[in-house]
């Protein structure tokens, strides 16, 4: 398979990134703002809220969602979210494509249009956001943030996040705090998202039945959008890994408890070891015949679920289980026992097997979905790494041998590890 999309120069650090395909029956928008993770701020997460209110001059979501139905829109929405090194604030804008419609209307002109509009709004400069619409959203991100906090699971991942990272930007929430989001003004917000828009790099995702040129035009027409500086390639330095290995504890009124434990590959090098941890991610904790499914929970019933993720940004594997509180111990133990069986045996050659057939089934998949290519695609070109297409991903993946897996988990260190618990503490 070639490169997915085509790349288009719109002004200097504005880039169109195409796909042409009749596949779908809709055109479908993307347009990432990027800014370096470290510099993330709240404001610019209750600022995309406000965004998909749409255009001030619609006077409000009724008013947009006539304005959608006329346009044969199906979607305007925005949202704020951190992509490995960077915050990354994404509108996406969908409508029917024109072939399928009677009399031919250009509806992609005339979503981008709408884009453009969104985007260049006087409240940006003149803090005009209406008082509705701002108490309104600022309302609903203190509700979604109070609700991640809610979740046991969820909670426990954020703790330890802060252990294994301190105050680094990879342990800070990209939306802040509840009292972080309600001590925000509206001229900051206005402030704030504004410079993103007008300065930060910007990459405008299009699958269409168009040519690329053909987009490229109507996107130099229709966005106006200023020039820019180019994506930072720099990386964040991460904290060295603690020589001795870190427990926290903390009591909550549930009845079951949760631990979350962050292992991390010394030497990590995304380069040369990515690929290697992906596959023994999967065999430690990806799914049902993986190794901590098998014999923490199946074989000794020591957790009610249990699983593992890594994450390629910092080169950690993250182990999390809902578990009673009596068998945090043993727990912790057995998933070392996993993590050292690993180390020392070369993995299973079925489970090498059954790992590539879930990451070639994977990649099968999400070219059914217009949303996944682009995720696809805009995963690596976010990051500055070298975009690679499916059957090239399949290819690393391939290469993978079972003592390259071997030899990464002789370097995986367990760093720190949180346990929420019921009230009265966990044993």
């Known amino acids: ?35 370096p993770l470290d510099a993330a701020t709240p404001s610019r997460s209750l600022g995309s809220y406000l965004l998909r209110h749409g255009p ?63 985007l260049q709004q006087p409240q940006f400069r003149s803090a005009g956001f209406s008082d509705e619409a701002y108490v309104l959203e600022q309302q609903n991100l203190i509700r979604a ?6 979740q046991p699971s969820g909670y426990a991942s954020r703790e330890l996040m802060k252990m294994l990272f301190g105050d680094h930007a990879l342990a800070r ?63 964040l330095r991460v904290p060295l890994i603690k020589k001795r290995a870190k427990s926290a504890r903390e009591a909550r009124p549930i009845a079951q408890a949760r631990i979350a434990m962050g292992f991390r590959i010394e030497g990590y090098s995304r380069r040369s ?14 799914g049902s015949t993986s190794r901590l499914f098998r014999i923490v929970r199946e074989k000794h019933s020591l957790a009610y679920s249990i699983g593992s993720s890594f994450d390629d940004a910092s080169g950690t594997i993250y182990v999390t289980a809902g578990i009673e509180p009596s068998s945090e111990a043993r727990v912790r133990r057995l998933v070392q026992a996993q993590v050292k069986h690993m180390a020392t045996h070369d993995a299973d050659p079925e489970a090498m097997a059954l790992a590539l057939t879930c990451f070639r089934q994977s990649l099968i998949g999400f070219q059914d979905s217009q949303d996944q290519l682009i995720g696809f695609d805009s995963m690596q070109k976010l990051q500055g790494l070298r975009v690679r297409t499916p059957d090239q991903v399949m290819a690393s993946h391939r290469r993978v041998r079972a003592a390259d897996v071997a030899g990464l988990f002789g370097r995986l260190k367990l760093d720190s590890v949180f346990t929420l618990g019921p009230d009265g503490g966990v044993s």
Request: charged share 25%.
């Open 273 to 286: 070891d990515r690929f290697a941890a992906y596959m023994g991610d999967f065999i430690l904790g990806g």
């Open 173 to 235: 929430r990209v939306h802040g705090g509840p009292q972080d989001v309600a001590a925000l003004g509206v001229s900051q917000v206005s402030d704030d998202i504004s410079s993103l828009v007008q300065a930060a790099p910007c990459f405008i995702y299009a699958i269409t039945d168009r040519s690329g040129d053909d987009v490229a035009e109507l996107v130099s027409e229709k966005l106006s959008l200023n020039a820019r500086g180019a994506l930072s390639k720099s990386r």
């Open 56 to 118: 001030q001059r619609l006077g409000g979501m009724s008013e947009l969602s006539r304005e959608l139905k006329e346009t044969y829109g199906s979607a305007l929405t925005a949202i704020a979210g951190r992509s490995v090194n960077n915050q990354v604030i994404t509108l996406r804008a969908k409508t029917v494509a024109r072939r399928h419609l009677p009399r031919r209307p250009d509806t992609l002109r005339r979503m981008l249009g709408l884009l453009d509009d969104t």
């Open 145 to 150: 943030i109070r609700s991640q906090d809610d």
């Open 1 to 35: 398979m070639s490169q997915i999309f085509s790349e288009h120069a719109i002004r200097d650090g504005i880039t169109l990134l195409h796909h042409r395909s009749d596949k779908w029956k809709t055109d479908l928008l993307k347009v990432f703002f990027v800014a």
